[in-house]
């Protein structure tokens, strides 16, 4: 194992300081937690919190900022953060307006951000909760019941954050992130595994000319593995599933997402958008916005995913809002 790192067991830590250290206009680290906070809370909106396992920077701590997250709650690498961390989250963004959790659908982190929002309830703290399920592979997997969620939380992120930045109350705020995450599908592939530094090994091997469809974000089986084709046939094939699960139809409005999972070139990332695109304008679609990037990653794992998200008017808006955030900087139409 090579890796840019002291002793394994620290890397959380250090990671957190160094980040907080990296952005201090952005964000500050709650005293004996694992808890990043946007630095200036507006008092007057819906605080938004997420979090889950460390090694998919730059989620989530990299979206605190305007139009985005309020707190990001860092588990172990792979492993869901605690229910007290994420209770300190809670109890440190509030502002009387209540606080939006958006979950990805992973079973530990679905029952300690439940268990957190108990917590907090008890304390006279308004909390509602979104459960992000937009992995179209596979519908029971290794972690999870249901549907995974993966790389279309970052817009679920984005979205939400808007619409409480806005002003907008807590009941309207999680009613359209839900509609959102209604109409967010995404799909992820792996060319080669990741390393935990903790285990100090790959989390799962492929031969040389071996892929594997419909991986998770921690490396979770997929549907299938095959010989590997062209970037062409392999986004292809991602796409057919999603339209296979949602189809787009002609006039739709939709963003595309091609997310990198920590170790492919951007090059490829723009191949693999190329054929996305054209394979959408073939069916009528209107793209909206596209992102592409490493969004949600698997530390160093290579491969991609692909995130189609159909919108309507008030969708496209919240996404043109402008945010400013340590990964996302200045985005706006």
């Known amino acids: 194992m090579k890796k840019l790192i002291n002793q394994p067991e620290n890397s959380l830590n250090e990671m957190l300081i160094g980040m907080a250290k990296a952005y201090p206009d952005y964000l500050t680290r709650l005293d004996n937690t694992n808890v990043l906070v946007r630095k200036n809370l507006t008092e007057q909106k819906v605080a938004v919190v997420s979090g889950g396992g460390s090694g998919h920077e730059p989620t989530h701590a990299g979206y605190i900022g305007q139009g985005m997250l309020d707190a990001a ?8 953060p605690t229910p007290d961390q994420i209770y300190e989250a809670i109890k440190a963004v509030d502002r009387g307006k209540g606080v939006l959790l958006v979950v990805k659908n992973y079973s530990g982190d679905v029952m300690n951000f439940d268990m957190a929002k108990e917590m907090a309830e008890m304390e006279g703290i308004a909390v ?7 992995d179209v592979a596979v519908e029971d997997s290794t972690f999870t019941t249901g549907r995974r969620g993966i790389a279309g939380t970052v817009l679920i992120h984005k979205i939400a954050g808007a619409a409480a930045e806005r002003g907008w109350d807590l009941q309207k705020v999680k009613e359209t992130a839900e509609k959102a995450i209604k109409s967010i599908h995404s799909m992820g592939m792996a060319l080669s595994p990741c390393i935990v530094p903790s285990a100090g090994k790959p989390n799962f091997t492929l031969a040389e000319d071996e892929v594997e469809i419909g991986t998770g974000i921690h490396g979770e089986p997929g549907t299938h593995r095959e010989k590997i084709k062209s970037a062409d046939e392999i986004t292809q094939e991602l796409f057919d599933k999603i339209q296979a699960d949602a189809p787009i139809q002609s006039g739709d409005d939709v963003a595309l997402m091609v997310n990198g999972m920590g170790a492919t070139p951007l090059m490829e990332l723009y191949i693999v958008n190329n054929k996305a695109h054209d394979l959408l304008v073939s069916l009528g679609a209107h793209i909206h916005r596209t992102f592409v990037g490493e969004f949600m990653t698997s530390i160093e794992m290579a491969g991609m ?4 998200l159909k919108l309507d008017d008030q969708l496209k808006s919240l996404l043109d809002d402008a945010a400013d955030t340590p990964a996302l900087k200045v ?3």
Request: hydrophobic residues 45%; proline residues 0%.
């Open 128 to 134: 509602e909760q979104v459960i992000v399920n937009d």
């Open 73 to 80: 709650v860092a588990g172990d690498i792979f492993t869901s």
């Open 305 to 308: 995913s692909l995130t189609v």
């Open 331 to 333: 985005i706006k139409k």
